[in-house]
């Protein structure tokens, strides 16, 4: 704790959560309603996701079997029914040509798009935090190096680049993990240079010096006095990134390249639906409300986190200003500092 | 036999077949009634809205079925296709010459003798010395695009440069008179009159020949020339030509056409169904309605009354290569003839109104010899239970897996939702499907390739002409398998009793009973569980409200450009 004391006093204004205001976060969390929502939300998604199998079971369907009778084979393939077939049978109607239930491939798809995201997003932080420390820890070269290659990094579109890799890879490697790769590879741009520069910040902090004049190594003092203070940007970050790698999955499957068949994914399911707006509208409907949802959700969650994590905008909080006490005092003292 | 020479022509060609698409016109009884009352006038402009541009638009350069839609209104051949509804536009007719050819009694010389009067758009008479010179630039590298089928047949065709490197030209074309044109056959082809309906046989005067520039400005034997061509073809405007005699086949009542390509084909399907200001009159040549487009168009009584539904001689199936284990193995082979859902493959397809199940190989209609046969019948969802059966008599009691490849591309032939569907038929068949999609390019790159070609994967074949000999000879002929380049036969077939009866039904003259023999064919090869035949597709495509006399063919499946009237 000594460190973050250090820091505390030093006036650092990103450091106040992870290490000693655990609680104090929480707090400014909650106190926002459109978060709440938001987390409840995304936590129902991800019930969803790893329970696809079993609500899948219990509404007695799976994404992959072809219902040819609940669709009008004569004019086209629209399904059967009213709002595209949706019946006890079938929650969500059915895909319209092939009658599989929407329902069982829309909770696989959400298997997809939160499991590629996440992994995307874990690869991104884990490459942006490494490269940013090395840089910002580095001597002249090394940052040098890094930064330039960051450059480059963050001038690199992320849509053609994977659009070009994922058309030259076989078809044998597993399709999710390569797009996570992928867009983990290419993303890391953003945090590293975040990284770099709340190093190079802290790297003039009398706690670090104290700990390197005590004769830490560069991986000691990164370990043990800058990843501390770095969570919160750190934090803040990948929780936007999330939703932008749900997007990035979910345009890279609609344009062909992504998820294969027949493994449901969302954007893959607003590509197959593209073209049915008009004679089928539940079908693009599902996939794109859903997809909406999350990443809107998600985006929500984000700016919670990085409201309650910033001092500066925590204190525009109710708990930040008068209601509590301690939120008043921290809150003015984080004000101050910054 | 026709030998499919080693470029990459036959994909390319079916797409091309589609897209220039040559559809008939019934000239005397053009009962071929359309939305408005009222007979077809002469006079106003027709706009053609297209996806693909009419690149190359030199009669040397075309690959066409029948000599093409956009392409016939300014080329004449030898011979053309009848345009006529249905089964009677299936037939070949004649164009510039007297009849369809007479042959020698062996079919390997053919003899065509031109009609009186004939001009070119700049007022100097048509001579048979031009026909010769245009299909010997058909020759020369620049201008290649044609069909094959010229240099496979012609003796010393094979390694002829064209006119431009040797000036002898070739001797087994010879014109004996302006009027008379003798072709000499290194074999006997009973069907060569089809061949004379593609744009090779176009006459182009030596004088006005610019080589590859030619395009620009190609000199009209047609109804109409060209006044203007943009963008190689992207945009083409066409005018009557006074000097065109009339013909038995092309109506030509528009003086005007405005070919405007490049356009996507939910936009062309979305104009054509407006219909508003000159999209009214207009139609489209190469973009089919689609699924989710054919759902829309027939809620509406107004719009479905506007759709040209047609059958072009296409079959989509499941192709087989038992060079690769375990397909080597008929019971294996006839396990999965017996085991597809077609039901469900039609579905996925476009529904009933877009694909029809196949049994067999050749198409339905009576011009390629169809001969009804189900040699597995498998019903229509499958028997699951009769291919299990098979399977452990081939020894695989536990079932197996086997990979399918199948492409990318969203044209519901060979596209992902079809190979879902087979994937799941077969999984019922104790039969686990590894799905393989590829890119367009890598797609046709690897099943075309004997030494890349899968063995299992979705394949479709279309004729360039409606008869049996283009559909089972580059299929099944053991001496069109080709090691260096595009191969067709995909069940690498070489039976001796196959070759010898594909010779002997292309020295028949007599074209029925060349069908005839054909279907009997078909049914023979269909009893080896080579390939799974799973639908023959219709073609669907809207027409604007002022469009009259409506004629589709079943050789081309789609409206005949030169029969339309927009008054």
């Given at each position: 704790?000594?460190?973050a004391l250090?820091v505390q006093e030093a006036g650092a204004a990103t450091t106040a959560a992870p290490a000693s205001g655990a609680s104090p976060f929480w707090q400014r969390l909650r106190t926002q309603r459109a978060v709440l929502v938001a987390a409840v939300v995304v936590a129902l998604l991800?019930?969803?996701?790893?329970?696809?199998?079993?609500?899948?079971?219990?509404?007695?369907?799976?994404?992959?079997?072809?219902?040819?009778?609940?669709?009008?084979?004569?004019?086209?393939?629209?399904?059967?029914?009213?709002?595209?077939?949706?019946?006890?049978?079938?929650?969500?109607?059915?895909?319209?040509?092939?009658?599989?239930?929407?329902?069982?491939?829309?909770?696989?798809?959400?298997?997809?798009?939160?499991?590629?995201?996440?992994?995307?997003?874990?690869?991104?932080?884990?490459?942006?935090?490494?490269?940013?420390?090395?840089?910002?820890?580095?001597?002249?070269?090394?940052?040098?190096?890094?930064?330039?290659?960051?450059?480059?990094?963050?001038?690199?579109?992320?849509?053609?680049?994977?659009?070009?890799?994922?058309?030259?890879?076989?078809?044998?490697?597993?399709?999710?993990?390569?797009?996570?790769?992928?867009?983990?590879?290419?993303?890391?741009?953003?945090?590293?240079?975040?990284?770099?520069?709340?190093?190079?910040?802290?790297?003039?902090?009398?706690?670090?010096?104290?700990?390197?004049?005590?004769?830490?190594?560069?991986?000691?003092?990164?370990?043990?006095?800058?990843?501390p203070a770095l969570a919160a940007p750190v934090i803040t970050y990948s929780v936007l990134?999330f939703p932008?790698?749900?997007?990035?999955?979910?345009?890279?499957?609609?344009?062909?390249?992504?998820?294969?068949?027949?493994?449901?994914?969302?954007?893959?399911?607003?590509?197959?639906?593209?073209?049915?707006?008009?004679?089928?509208?539940?079908?693009?409907?599902?996939?794109?409300?859903?997809?909406?949802v999350t990443v809107f959700a998600l985006t929500v969650l984000g700016e919670g986190v990085r409201t309650a994590l910033d001092p500066r905008a925590a204190s525009r909080l109710p708990i930040g200003t008068s209601r509590k006490k301690s939120g008043k005092k921290s809150g003015k003292k984080k004000e101050a500092g910054a | 036999?026709?030998?499919?020479?080693?470029?990459?022509?036959?994909?390319?060609?079916?797409?091309?077949?589609?897209?220039?698409?040559?559809?008939?016109?019934?000239?005397?009884?053009?009962?071929?009634?359309?939305?408005?009352?009222?007979?077809?006038?002469?006079?106003?402009?027709?706009?053609?809205?297209?996806?693909?541009?009419?690149?190359?638009?030199?009669?040397?350069?075309?690959?066409?079925?029948?000599?093409?839609?956009?392409?016939?209104?300014?080329?004449?051949?030898?011979?053309?296709?009848?345009?006529?509804?249905?089964?009677?536009?299936?037939?070949?007719?004649?164009?510039?010459?007297?009849?369809?050819?007479?042959?020698?009694?062996?079919?390997?010389?053919?003899?065509?003798?031109?009609?009186?009067?004939?001009?070119?758009?700049?007022?100097?008479?048509?001579?048979?010395?031009?026909?010769?010179?245009?299909?010997?630039?058909?020759?020369?590298?620049?201008?290649?695009?044609?069909?094959?089928?010229?240099?496979?047949?012609?003796?010393?065709?094979?390694?002829?440069?064209?006119?431009?490197?040797?000036?002898?030209?070739?001797?087994?074309?010879?014109?004996?008179?302006?009027?008379?044109?003798?072709?000499?056959?290194?074999?006997?082809?009973?069907?060569?009159?089809?061949?004379?309906?593609?744009?090779?046989?176009?006459?182009?005067?030596?004088?006005?020949?610019?080589?590859?520039?030619?395009?620009?400005?190609?000199?009209?034997?047609?109804?109409?020339?060209?006044?203007?061509?943009?963008?190689?073809?992207?945009?083409?405007?066409?005018?009557?030509?006074?000097?065109?005699?009339?013909?038995?086949?092309?109506?030509?009542?528009?003086?005007?056409?405005?070919?405007?390509?490049?356009?996507?084909?939910?936009?062309?399907?979305?104009?054509?169904?407006?219909?508003?200001?000159?999209?009214?009159?207009?139609?489209?040549?190469?973009?089919?309605?689609?699924?989710?487009?054919?759902?829309?168009?027939?809620?509406?009584?107004?719009?479905?009354?506007?759709?040209?539904?047609?059958?072009?001689?296409?079959?989509?199936?499941?192709?087989?290569?038992?060079?690769?284990?375990?397909?080597?193995?008929?019971?294996?082979?006839?396990?999965?003839?017996?085991?597809?859902?077609?039901?469900?493959?039609?579905?996925?397809?476009?529904?009933?109104?877009?694909?029809?199940?196949?049994?067999?190989?050749?198409?339905?209609?009576?011009?390629?010899?169809?001969?009804?046969?189900?040699?597995?019948?498998?019903?229509?969802?499958?028997?699951?239970?009769?291919?299990?059966?098979?399977?452990?008599?081939?020894?695989?009691?536990?079932?197996?897996?086997?990979?399918?490849?199948?492409?990318?591309?969203?044209?519901?032939?060979?596209?992902?939702?079809?190979?879902?569907?087979?994937?799941?038929?077969?999984?019922?068949?104790?039969?686990?499907?590894?799905?393989?999609?590829?890119?367009?390019?890598?797609?046709?790159?690897?099943?075309?390739?004997?030494?890349?070609?899968?063995?299992?994967?979705?394949?479709?074949?279309?004729?360039?002409?409606?008869?049996?000999?283009?559909?089972?000879?580059?299929?099944?002929?053991?001496?069109?398998?080709?090691?260096?380049?595009?191969?067709?036969?995909?069940?690498?077939?070489?039976?001796?009793?196959?070759?010898?009866?594909?010779?002997?039904?292309?020295?028949?003259?007599?074209?029925?009973?060349?069908?005839?023999?054909?279907?009997?064919?078909?049914?023979?090869?269909?009893?080896?569980?080579?390939?799974?035949?799973?639908?023959?597709?219709?073609?669907?495509?809207?027409?604007?409200?002022?469009?009259?006399?409506?004629?589709?063919?079943?050789?081309?499946?789609?409206?005949?450009?030169?029969?339309?009237?927009?008054?």
């Open positions: 704790m000594s460190e250090l991800v019930l969803i996701a790893l329970g696809a199998p079993l609500l899948a079971a219990i509404e007695g369907q799976d994404p992959t079997t072809y219902h040819p009778k609940l669709v009008d084979s004569a004019t086209g393939g629209v399904p059967l029914g009213s709002f595209g077939g949706i019946s006890a049978e079938h929650w969500l109607g059915v895909e319209p040509l092939t009658g599989r239930d929407l329902f069982a491939r829309v909770a696989y798809g959400a298997r997809v798009s939160l499991g590629v995201a996440l992994a995307a997003t874990v690869a991104q932080v884990v490459i942006g935090v490494a490269v940013g420390l090395s840089a910002g820890l580095g001597n002249r070269y090394v940052d040098q190096a890094l930064s330039r290659i960051t450059d480059v990094m963050v001038a690199l579109p992320v849509m053609v680049i994977a659009l070009g890799v994922l058309t030259v890879v076989p078809a044998s490697v597993p399709r999710p993990v390569l797009i996570a790769g992928v867009i983990g590879l290419v993303g890391w741009a953003g945090i590293s240079k975040i990284v770099r520069a709340q190093t190079l910040s802290l790297k003039s902090r009398d706690h670090v010096a104290a700990a390197r004049l005590s004769g830490w190594g560069g991986v000691q003092i990164a370990r043990r006095e800058l990843l990134l932008a790698d749900i997007v990035v999955e979910a345009a890279l499957s609609f344009l062909g390249v992504g998820i294969k068949p027949p493994t449901p994914s969302w954007g893959q399911m607003l590509s197959d639906a593209d073209t049915w707006y008009q004679a089928a509208p539940t079908y693009l409907l599902i996939p794109a409300a859903l997809l909406f | 036999m026709r030998q499919l020479s080693p470029r990459a022509a036959s994909t390319a060609a079916i797409a091309l077949v589609l897209a220039l698409g040559a559809a008939a016109c019934g000239p005397k009884d053009s009962g071929a009634a359309s939305s408005d009352g009222g007979a077809p006038q002469k006079g106003g402009t027709l706009t053609v809205l297209n996806a693909k541009a009419q690149t190359n638009f030199d009669p040397a350069r075309l690959y066409t079925s029948g000599g093409g839609n956009v392409p016939s209104l300014v080329f004449r051949t030898l011979t053309t296709r009848n345009r006529e509804d249905g089964a009677a536009g299936s037939k070949v007719v004649p164009d510039l010459a007297t009849d369809t050819g007479r042959p020698s009694k062996d079919a390997t010389v053919w003899t065509y003798t031109l009609k009186s009067g004939l001009k070119y758009e700049d007022g100097t008479a048509i001579t048979s010395a031009d026909i010769k010179y245009g299909i010997e630039r058909s020759f020369a590298s620049e201008l290649s695009g044609g069909a094959p089928y010229l240099r496979d047949w012609l003796i010393g065709a094979a390694n002829y440069q064209g006119p431009y490197k040797d000036k002898k030209g070739l001797a087994s074309i010879e014109t004996p008179d302006a009027k008379t044109i003798v072709f000499h056959l290194n074999k006997p082809e009973g069907e060569f009159p089809f061949l004379a309906t593609q744009t090779q046989t176009t006459p182009v005067p030596q004088a006005k020949d610019k080589g590859a520039k030619y395009e620009l400005h190609p000199l009209s034997s047609g109804p109409y020339k060209v006044v203007k061509n943009e963008g190689d073809g992207e945009r083409l405007t066409l005018e009557r030509n006074k000097y065109w005699s009339g013909d038995d086949e092309r109506k030509a009542y528009p003086d005007k056409i405005d070919v405007r390509s490049g356009l996507d084909s939910a936009v062309i399907n979305q104009r054509l169904s407006a219909s508003a200001g000159t999209d009214a009159a207009a139609v489209t040549t190469d973009t089919n309605l689609g699924p989710a487009e054919l759902a829309k168009v027939t809620g509406d009584k107004k719009l479905a009354a506007r759709v040209g539904t047609g059958h072009f001689g296409y079959t989509n199936y499941l192709a087989i290569n038992p060079k690769v284990k375990p397909f080597d193995n008929p019971k294996v082979r006839q396990a999965i003839s017996y085991a597809v859902d077609r039901t469900s493959v039609v579905n996925a397809a476009g529904g009933s109104s877009l694909a029809e199940a196949a049994t067999t190989v050749l198409p339905t209609q009576k011009s390629f010899g169809y001969t009804a046969y189900d040699a597995f019948p498998a019903g229509e969802s499958g028997n699951a239970a009769k291919a299990k059966e098979l399977l452990k008599e081939a020894g695989y009691p536990k079932g197996l897996t086997v990979t399918l490849t199948h492409s990318n591309d969203k044209d519901f032939a060979t596209s992902p939702e079809i190979a879902t569907s087979l994937q799941e038929a077969l999984k019922k068949a104790g039969i686990t499907v590894k799905l393989q999609g590829l890119e367009t390019n890598a797609y046709n790159d690897t099943i075309y390739n004997v030494k890349s070609e899968p063995g299992l994967f979705l394949g479709g074949w279309g004729a360039d002409w409606p008869s049996g000999g283009p559909f089972l000879a580059p299929l099944f002929d053991g001496r069109q398998i080709v090691k260096n380049g595009y191969n067709f036969n995909a069940a690498q077939l070489n039976d001796a009793s196959v070759n010898s009866e594909i010779d002997a039904i292309n020295k028949l003259t007599d074209l029925d009973a060349a069908a005839k023999r054909w279907g009997a064919l078909d049914k023979k090869i269909g009893a080896q569980a080579l390939t799974v035949p799973l639908f023959h597709p219709v073609y669907k495509r809207l027409y604007g409200s002022a469009i009259k006399n409506v004629v589709i063919s079943d050789w081309t499946g789609v409206l005949d450009i030169s029969q339309v009237a927009v008054k």
